[in-house]
Nanobody, 125 residues
Framework: QVQLVESGGGLVQTGGSLRLSCAAS????????MGWFRQAPGKERAFVAS????????NYANSVKGRFTISRDNAKNTMYLQMNSLKPEDTADYYC??????????????????WGQGTQVTVSS
């Protein structure tokens, strides 16, 4: 089992940047495909980005492509989400998640086995 803790959220102006971190406990972090999701008030949880076990393959939602970068450091058991050129529509709670099966359905939150508690990101206009 792995425990996930997000950090790095906050309030930022439009066009600003934030870097989210997801720290994982346990010795098997590099055996999980990892993902970032977000949930705005009144909306369903939505896929943001995912990264393969080695970090060699990344995927992004169209809405963040070119602005956000997902990465991981397996030696530090940590995943990151660098968010640039932030927009008010990026405002949401951001969650990291771990998938032990490495599913090809990486955009579906149902395939992820473990979740963090979330960190809030607010982008002011």
């Amino acid at each position: 089992q792995v425990q996930l803790v997000e950090s790095g959220g906050g309030l930022v102006q439009t066009g600003g940047s934030l870097r989210l971190s997801c720290a994982a406990s346990g010795p098997t972090f590099n055996s999980y495909t990892m993902g970032w999701f977000r949930q705005a008030p009144g909306k369903e949880r939505a896929f943001v980005a995912s990264i393969s076990r080695s970090g060699g393959t990344t995927n992004y939602a169209n809405s963040v492509k070119g602005r956000f970068t997902i990465s991981r450091d397996n030696a530090k058991n940590t995943m990151y989400l660098q968010m640039n050129s932030l927009k008010p529509e990026d405002t949401a709670d951001y969650y990291c998640a771990a998938d032990k099966g490495g599913s090809v359905w990486y955009m579906n939150p149902a395939v992820y086995d473990y979740w963090g508690q979330g960190t809030q990101v607010t982008v002011s206009s």
